[in-house]
Every structure is written in structure tokens, then in C-alpha cells.
């Protein structure tokens, strides 16, 4: 007898097509989202905050309700969301240049209130979208469309590291980093956003998911050379692991 | 239970209008089953398929969950 194993998860559309790059963890990081809803059972009471980017297209995929947010607002606008609906589920899906770059006010303040939100940053080191401009998070010597002869710090300065700073705001609750490059660090991130979504709904304050991703189509790379790159270049800038972990004890 | 040899092993439903060929999902698989076809889909994209004719997939699902566009719809053990 046949046991079914895997199918696709509730919360996404039935006839969902993702339209994003080929080989873009994209896809990966918003299947897992579903599964996590599902696996906790909470889709009917999450509120997504969509913002701009790649990602702008949630409501696409998603059979959830879904705020869409201007560019780099999305926790402003889910801090609004929480505090008119504070039983439901409140989480953004941003992009790097979204919410490091244009929304990095809103999004520090925002963590450093402790607002009960989650935000998932999707870190692919430089912005997707528009063609793969340098982005805040664009590491020292990578090549971008803006930086052509690679990311000199004496010109655009240095790379934003968004688990270091969010850790360092007392609001935080739970922050940290994870990656998409291989099986096992796939279920490590589903595991993260399991723990910031309890975090959240245990009512202990902020949770930041910083998610390396990849961007073969920007990067240049094949996706097997980009998820290289990423363990190769990007691990040794964006360690990753638990930033900052509040226990029920602490609040 | 008496697992047969050969029968029942496992078995992957791919979408092959989802897929784009990234074949990220050939890398991942432990028996080595999905190959790159030699067919195209209506986007014009070489797909991916099952090549399973020993009956050999485990059904792990390690293909699915790795793939970023859902185009492995189903994975049965």
C-alpha cells in the first residue's frame, strides 16, 4: 500500500505556478512558510505583510490574507496589523534591499519595540528585481550591475549585517540566520521559522529569520554554482546560527 | 510486513508544466532516478523525469522538498 510522503502544502493556491527565476530558493523559503502554517495549524489566523521585490507576488501563491505594504514598510505596516488584530499571526516576507536598505528605520524601530511580529528576510546580496544592483548586504568584492568592478569598501562602505544588529535591540525576542543550500539546511530553516512563529504567538517580542538565499540569474551562476557560492562566500561573512534566543523566563 | 522487492517502493509525480529545469532535484537524489528529458515542455524547457524502471526510488522526498518551483507535486512510499 502507498503512503503519501509529501504533497503540496494547504496554504498554497491549488493551481499555483511559481514564476520566479529558475533555481531561485524563493520557491524553497515560501513552501516552507505553508508547511510550517499547516504544521501548526494556524492558517487561518496569519496575516501575511507582503512587501516589494521578488517577493511582492505572494498573493499569488498564498491562500492566506495578505496585506501588500509600500516599498520597505512592511513592518510598520504589520506593527499596525498586530496591534488592531493581536490574536493573529502576523509576519512579513521581505527581500534584503526592502528591508535593510529603504525599510531599515522602520524595521529597527519596529524590533526595537518589540512589536509581536515575525519578519523573514530573504538575504540574496543584491537587489533581484531590478536587475542586481548592489544592495546593503552586497559582501566586499562581489560584482554587481552597480559595482562593476566589485564592492570596494573605500567607496560603497561595508555590507549591513541585519542578525547582528536586530540582536542587539532589546525588543528581539528570537533572531536568526539560516540558508537554503543544501537538504539539511533546509529543515534547519523550517525549524527556525517554527520557533520565531511560537516565539511570536508565545507574545515574547520580535522574531527576525535572516534566510541566505540565492539569485542565480543575477549572480550569473548555474544554481548548483550559486548554492557553491553561497557556502563558500557568503558563510564566512553571514555565520549561521541563533543570534539572540529570549527564554519564557526573560519576558 | 514483508517488503517485496521491487514493488511498492516509491514513487514521484512530477508537474512537468511546473518545472524550469533547474535540475536541482538530480543533485539531491540518492538513487540517481531523475535525469534531464530529452523532451521539451510547452515553455520550451528541458524538464526533468523518472527514469525508474528497477523500481529503485525510496520515496524520501528529498527531490520535492528541494525543489523551488513545486513542480514534484506528490511522493508516495
Known sequence: METLVFQKPKSIHKDC???????????????????????????DKTIVVSSIGCSVFLNDYYNLDIVEAPH????????????????????????????????????????????????ICINNTNYGMTGGQMAPTTILGQKTTTTVNGRDAEVQGYPIKICEMASTCEGAAFVARCSLDSSKEIENTKRMIRKAFESQLAGQGASVIEILSTCPTNWKLSPQESHERIRKELYPVFPLGIYKEKTSKQV | MLLKKGIDMGRVVIDSEKCKGCLLCVDVCPKKILKKSETFNAKGIYTVYADDKNNECIGCALCAKRCPDIAITEVYR
Not at chain 1, 83 to 112: C, N, W
Open chain 1, 17 to 43: 505556478k511559481v514564476t520566479f527565476c529558475p533555481g531561485c530558493d524563493h520557491g524553497v523559503a515560501i513552501r516552507i512558510i505553508a508547511e510550517v502554517l499547516d504544521e501548526m495549524n494556524i492558517a
Open chain 1, 72 to 119: 520597505g514598510r512592511a513592518m510598520a505596516v504589520a506593527t499596525g496589523v498586530k496591534r488592531a488584530k493581536p490574536d493573529k499571526l502576523v509576519f512579513t516576507y521581505q527581500g534584503d534591499g526592502d528591508f535593510a536598505s529603504i525599510g531599515l528605520g522602520e524595521s529597527m524601530h519596529a524590533i526595537s519595540r518589540g512589536e509581536k511580529v515575525t519578519a
